[in-house]
């Protein structure tokens, strides 16, 4: 799918910056930003940053890749638990996939995502890495 | 609410069928199950159908598909909930029954998946998952569900040869299906040396890319009982519908599918059953380890139990409770919106005798569960026939 400029530009704060939401009421952190607190519904919230370090969840080894990342198999896919509780799903980069381990620690780098062939956008957002 | 009864099944070819389209894939299916029921009107039609746009560039399929079966006047409604849009399809036409809107309701689901490239057609397919948190960064259903089967693992202790038991089952219970789209036996050893797709899991831990359709007449339990030709009457008692976080991350534990477990909750309610009262069942096995979660999910056996028991031999054929005699999505196919409907059909054929070779004996009380991306949409639906 092409890269829309307007969908990339809109996730900046997300995905160039890790701007997360923490909910004024119960204090849960919820990442990205949205409107209502999953935890407890309330909709007032404060911007806070991200802590970039955490460990792997559970991971995959993709052998068979999406268009927009056919280039890079076999990549490491994870989902990552940053310290203070938020997870994301993302590559884990910098490393031989025999070598990756559920409870490995990591941190979040930012890296290019998707390109949109030689003219088009470049996405970038976070990879992991290990620490 | 009125009670509700399946009085005719059909299903279209399935496979990768070059020289049928969407609608002739769908009338196929309408036809048979129209001929089955012994009626040639309907009050309206429910469609499931996931990606009608992606996979051959038609919306409005409702109305589309109304009019190829010469019904044009007859209200037509398509739902969407990723590979659960069958299972939803039934539960649109339930409930249209159920609160007097209509006497009699052709439920369908169809998806011709063949005629866009293997890139396209996983894209399409991934659209079920979250597009900014987790296809954005490279994810694909493969690789969700072996994050899903790693984390089970991890958990549990459940094995690589567990998750193929579930693949050998389902094959060989597919031999005996003239339905199914890949009729072969397989063992252990070839699900371990097939091709890797999203370690831990193999090709032969996947579904196949499936065209095909699957319809069920569905009709209030008066109606229903003109229509039974001698054959038993297979009520639709209870269904249950749940959703979850759609980003696999966000759920709490990785390893369970918790949207099944509250859809069968609310089926086992409407239904007033429990799972010890079913004997016959189909899951949806989109993956090996899905099976293997939903059974964990619906009761079948104990958390963490789900690989052991696959590896058993308790839910094959013949065994206690038998799971997926169809072959399942792994073996029939999973043309995705038409798998939750195609389901009944088995379950129809199953509770009526008629399953042939396949047929559980004995079969009384059947439940089937449909589900949508990695579990965050899940219909359950019981069927009995009266003793």
């Known amino acids: 799918m092409s890269l829309n400029p307007a969908r990339v530009a809109r996730e900046f704060p997300t995905r160039y910056r890790l701007e997360a939401a923490r909910c004024t009421k119960c204090g849960a952190s919820v990442y990205p930003a949205r409107r209502v607190c999953p935890s407890c519904r309330a909709t007032a919230f404060e911007t806070f940053t991200l802590d970039p370090n955490g460990t792997v969840v559970t991971f995959t080894v993709i052998h068979v890749g999406p268009s927009s990342h056919k280039h890079e198999v076999p990549y490491v896919h994870a989902i990552v638990e940053l310290n203070g509780g938020v997870r994301v799903t993302c590559q884990v980069a910098d490393v031989e996939p025999a070598e990756v381990a559920v409870g490995m620690p990591v941190r979040l780098e930012f890296r290019r995502i998707q390109e949109d062939g030689e003219a088009g956008v470049i996405a970038y957002g976070h990879k992991a890495v290990p620490r | 609410m009125r009670d509700v009864a399946i009085v005719g099944v059909g299903l279209s070819r399935w496979g990768e069928i070059w020289d049928a389209s969407l609608r002739s894939l769908w009338s196929d299916a309408a036809l048979a199950a129209l001929a089955d029921a012994g009626l040639d009107r309907v009050d309206s039609i429910t469609v499931g159908s996931m990606s009608s746009g992606l996979f051959v560039g038609q919306e409005h399929v409702g109305a589309l598909l109304a009019d190829e079966l010469g019904m044009p006047g007859v209200p037509a409604t398509r739902v969407e909930s990723a590979c659960a849009s069958g299972g939803l399809a039934v539960k649109a036409g339930f409930a249209e029954i159920a ?38 960064t490279g994810a694909t259903f493969p690789g969700l569900y072996a994050m899903m089967a790693r984390a089970h693992m991890q958990r549990w202790g459940t094995t690589r040869e567990q998750l ?14 003239p339905n199914a789209q890949f009729r072969s036996r397989i063992t252990v050893a070839d699900v371990l040396k097939s091709a890797k797709v999203a370690e831990p899991l193999n090709i032969l831990d996947c579904s196949p890319v499936t065209d095909g359709a699957a319809a069920i007449v ?6 229903a009982r003109t229509l039974l030709k001698g054959r038993p009457l297979v009520r639709l008692t209870g269904i249950g519908h749940a959703t979850d976080v759609i980003a696999l991350h966000n759920r709490k534990d990785v ?5 099944a477990a509250h859809a069968a909750a609310k089926a086992f309610a409407m239904a007033g059953r429990a799972i010890k009262d079913v004997q016959v069942i189909e899951v949806h096995d989109c993956f090996t380890i899905a099976e293997i979660a939903v059974l964990e999910a619906l009761g ?42 195609a389901q009944l059909v088995e379950l129809t054929t199953q509770l009526r005798g008629e399953a042939g070779k396949r047929q559980v004996a004995g079969a009384r009380v059947g439940l089937a569960q449909n589900m949508g991306g990695t579990g965050a949409s899940s219909v359950v639906s019981i069927v009995e026939v009266a003793s």
Request: hydrophobic share 45%; glycine share 16%.
């Open chain 2, 99 to 136: 609160a007097g809107f209509s006497d009699v309701v052709l439920v369908t689901g169809v998806e011709k998946m063949t005629d866009v490239s293997g890139d396209e057609c996983t894209a399409a397919l991934a659209t079920a998952a979250d597009a900014e948190l987790e296809v954005f």
């Open chain 2, 255 to 259: 390893s369970a599918i918790p949207a």
């Open chain 2, 164 to 177: 193929a038991a579930v693949a050998v089952k389902n094959h060989g219970h597919g031999l005996l299906n």
């Open chain 2, 218 to 223: 569905l009709a209030e339990v008066g109606v």
């Open chain 2, 300 to 341: 079948v056996c104990a958390p963490g139990e789900g690989g052991r028991q696959a590896a058993s031999g308790r839910t094959a054929l013949g065994g206690e409770i038998p799971v997926n005699v169809s072959g399942g999505l792994k073996s029939k196919g999973h043309p995705v919106g038409a798998t939750g409907v």
